[in-house]
């Protein structure tokens, strides 16, 4: 019989029409009460390559700027495309950081770049070779039962961290997200979605909060630490 990941991976679109998918073009608006509360991130767009750990922000910071990112390097340019910052290894520039730590535009454009390279390559990135799944007892909330998946990344994707918890509806699409992120020490999160939207044959959630997570696996209402809100996405 199909495994819960099986039917997850059909119920957003499939996995053999994804790999024919190189890239992904996100509109969005990105907010809440941590890095993002500049509006670092208020409008702007992402392009996405599906294929390798590469994210654009065709919009950051300030008026033409924009950043790329990979794992290995970050950089911020203006609008004729010349590099203002730049960083190599920009995760270890987070060494030390918590959650209260401040953050410069290369800190935001790798945690932005990496993260959301993540969320939109969900559910598929869980059957990438070297990703562990395994479907552990269910989960109660707001009357509905949640089926889960506790996953083990390899250390070749950067993300959050090693050990992350996905729950998937009746319908077996994702509600919930946990993570504790590695670089800002650990801090507990949820990440929650709704309002699923199919582009281009697909399954986008294009309402995303992320809320403090308790040690028993409830959470609280705020603050909302980082939200997402996806207009379109553009698949090709």
């Known amino acids: 019989m199909p495994d819960l990941l099986d039917h ?9 029409r994804w790999q024919e998918v190189h890239r992904l073009r996100a509109e969005l608006s990105v907010g809440g009460s941590s890095w993002p509360s500049d509006g670092v991130l208020a409008d702007t767009a992402a392009i996405v390559d599906t294929r390798a750990q590469r994210v654009t922000w065709e919009r950051f910071g300030k008026p033409g700027h924009s950043a790329r990112y990979s794992p290995q390097r970050v950089e911020v340019l203006d ?28 800190h935001k454009a790798y945690f932005s770049g990496y993260a ?10 869980l059957a990438q070779e070297g990703v562990e799944t395994t479907e552990i007892d269910p989960w109660q909330q ?6 889960r998946l506790a996953v083990r990344f390899p250390a070749r994707i950067a993300t959050h961290n090693t050990e992350q918890t ?11 997200h946990d993570y504790a992120g590695d670089v800002v020490g650990g801090f507990a999160t949820a990440h929650y979605v709704a309002n699923h939207r199919t582009f281009d044959g697909f399954v986008f959630p294009t309402r995303r909060w992320v809320v403090p997570r308790l040690p028993d696996g409830s959470t609280l209402e705020g603050p909302v630490v980082v939200s997402l809100d996806i207009r379109s996405v553009a698949v090709s």
């Open 8 to 16: 997850v991976l059909h119920a957003h679109g499939g996995a053999d």
């Open 79 to 106: 609008v004729d495309g010349r590099t203002l910052a730049e960083r190599d290894d920009p995760r270890g520039a987070f060494a030390g950081f918590t959650h209260q730590t401040p953050w410069d535009e290369l």
């Open 116 to 125: 959301f390279w993540n969320y939109v390559n969900t559910p598929f990135l």
């Open 142 to 147: 707001d009357g509905e039962t949640w089926r």
């Open 166 to 176: 996905f729950y998937f509806g009746e319908d077996f699409l994702l509600r919930r």
